[in-house]
């Protein structure tokens, strides 16, 4: 008996010491857990400005959210307290009373709510004489002014102000901040210890953004973009990009349709918002997803002419071109790759003896085609690679695709033919303007940004988004005659409807199919402006126009 309690002893020395030394940090963290309730204090999300940091597009207000703690209420009260909450906050009445009679520490009964709303509850306690049980506790709720201005770039947040789209996603981590919570030490069964005081840590608020965009600017843009899409009848919407190619800095984003920010849940369709209830939920998440889609960064399409930039562009600077006048092509309506017919456009009237100039201002593809077949596969992908027209454009919003192209060693004659004048490969609108932008100022490549400042809410100081600038794409001589052949296809030719009095404009039109044998086109325009030095690059893109306007890219006014 004294050796089996001599070993008894020597157990429990040995499991006394592997609680205090090994698991004692371990256990005494669980016993604060179980020993104390905490209630959590969301941060105040920063805000977001505009470029002029006057404009402000998203800001959180304060509301309050309301607990209970149901094993503190009194048993004879538990009724009466969950058809106050019911009454004050318009809530079901038999919802409310599972919670109150819940056997659990905490359940939440309404978050994000005005203070008025709450003030009633604290009338209604007092009155009643029920001071635990029901917790008021701070809290703040997104809002966004504009309503549905740029809502595909800003994005919203979620019940628990973590953003889910847009900016909000993207620089969650930069606007949310640190939650605080509410400490207080309960006894075995859960309930308040009287003794006991709260512990308050308080929330640290996120840091605030300021955007390139401007307001005035994607105002202007969207107003015009709805207007066009329909007056086109566009069924499937449109989107433009407004650029500054010198900084990257993006002016004005917009997709039509749009929705408003304060509401991202409800559909911005009517036909589909009279038969909402109805819909399986999976067809609701898939409308849903369609409708915060940016279009401009997440959907590739074929670009059609406006890409003939890049082939003029590439044919310079290898020096197939030199003079930009010389009438030394000619178009005789088609043009015979590997045994397959192309036609120009304007098949039926040929444009005969052109110039690169002249051939750009016809928007005339056998030109354009044979200019790929001299550059050859290699060196046409090699400036592919070189306008970053190969991979993404690392812009800081979520939810960038990439372009679609046949893998180099996949292409033959016919292949880079099309690819010559723009079709069967898609490309993303915000890599098509990011390519021009590197010709409209000067040859070099940059990344697109929407963030320029990022501004600390504790500390006040500001951190700038670096301008980033890539490698030269090309020669600064051969950008400025692109650019003097892009105003004479507004001056004369097939984009005039895109001249502003009082301003040098050049552009590029296009028209593509969208997709292969949908009977759907994707019609374009990418205007530069001033030419002599600018400083915005505008793309427009309209899918599937069906108005009377018609589907080429030089039919109608942007």
């Known amino acids: 008996m004294l050796i089996v309690a001599c070993i008894i002893l020597a157990l429990l020395v040995i499991r006394i010491g592997v609680i205090q030394f090994i698991d004692g940090e371990r256990l005494k963290t669980m016993a604060l857990e179980q020993q104390s309730k905490d209630r959590k204090v969301s941060a105040k999300r ?16 304060s509301v309050e959210t309301v607990t209970i703690n149901p094993t503190n209420i009194v048993q004879g009260d538990k009724e009466k307290v969950a058809r106050a ?21 905490i359940e939440t009964i309404i978050r994000k709510v005005d203070k008025e709303k709450t003030d009633e509850l604290r009338v209604w306690l007092k009155e009643n004489n029920i001071s635990v049980g029901v917790n008021i506790d701070e809290d703040s709720k997104r809002f966004y002014p504009y309503n549905t201005l740029a809502s595909q770039i ?20 930069v606007l949310s901040g640190d939650e605080g919570k509410i400490t207080k030490v309960t006894d075995a069964v859960g309930g308040e210890i009287e003794k ?14 300021v955007l390139s965009i401007d307001v005035n600017i994607q105002s202007i843009v969207e107003k015009y973009l709805s207007e066009a899409c329909i007056d086109n009848e566009c069924t499937d919407g449109g989107n433009v990009i407004v650029m500054n190619p010198n900084t990257g800095d993006v002016l004005a984003m917009a997709t039509y349709p749009g929705y408003n920010l304060n509401e991202p849940y409800t559909i911005n369709n009517e036909n589909l918002l009279s038969m909402w ?24 399409y074929e670009p ?18 030199t003079d930009i006048d010389a009438m030394r092509f000619a178009c005789t309506g088609s043009i015979n790759i590997a045994g397959t017919r192309i036609k120009c456009w304007r098949y039926y009237r040929p444009h005969g003896s052109e110039s690169l100039r002249t051939a750009l201002m016809n928007s005339c593809n056998p030109i354009f085609i044979g200019l790929g077949q001299q550059l050859g596969v290699n060196t046409y992908y090699k400036y592919l690679n070189k306008f970053g027209l190969l991979q993404k454009t690392g812009i800081d919003l979520p939810g960038e695709a990439n372009s679609i192209f046949l893998k180099e060693d996949k292409v033959g004659p ?42 600390d809410t504790e500390s006040g100081e500001v951190n700038e988004t670096e301008i980033k600038k890539k490698e030269r794409v090309i020669s600064e001589e051969n950008a400025k005659k692109v650019l003097d052949m892009m105003h004479s296809v507004v001056a004369e030719g097939t984009g005039k409807n895109a001249q502003v009095p009082g301003f040098t404009v050049g552009g590029k039109t296009g028209t593509s199919e969208d997709g292969v044998n949908t009977n759907k086109y994707v019609t374009s325009f990418i205007g530069v402006a001033p030419i002599s030095s ?12 069906v108005g009377e306007g018609g589907h080429q890219g030089g039919a109608w006014y942007i």
């Open 534 to 545: 600018p400083e915005v690059v505008v793309l427009v893109t309209l899918y599937n126009p």
């Open 154 to 173: 800003i994005g919203f947040t979620g019940s628990d102000n973590q953003g889910l789209d847009g900016l909000e996603a993207k620089y969650d981590g």
């Open 304 to 321: 059609g002419s406006t890409f003939k930039l890049i082939t003029t562009s590439a044919s310079l600077e290898e020096g197939i071109v």
């Open 277 to 300: 209830d109805s819909l399986p939920q999976e067809e609701k998440t898939k409308n849903l997803q369609q409708m915060w889609r940016n279009k401009a960064i997440a959907d590739t």
């Open 196 to 209: 006991e005081n709260e512990e308050y840590i308080y929330p640290t608020a996120g840091n605030d953004i």
């Open 414 to 455: 016919v292949e880079l033919a099309t690819i010559s004048f723009g079709q069967r490969f898609e490309i993303t609108p915000i890599q098509l303007i990011t390519a021009v932008s590197s010709i409209a100022n000067g040859g070099e490549l940059i990344t697109p940004r929407l963030v320029k400042k990022i501004i």
């Open 46 to 61: 920063g805000t977001i400005y505009d470029a002029t940091e006057k404009n402000i597009l998203a800001v959180s207000s």
């Open 85 to 105: 909450l019911a009454d004050i906050f318009e809530l079901d009445y038999e919802t409310i009373l599972k919670k109150v009679k819940k056997k659990s520490s």
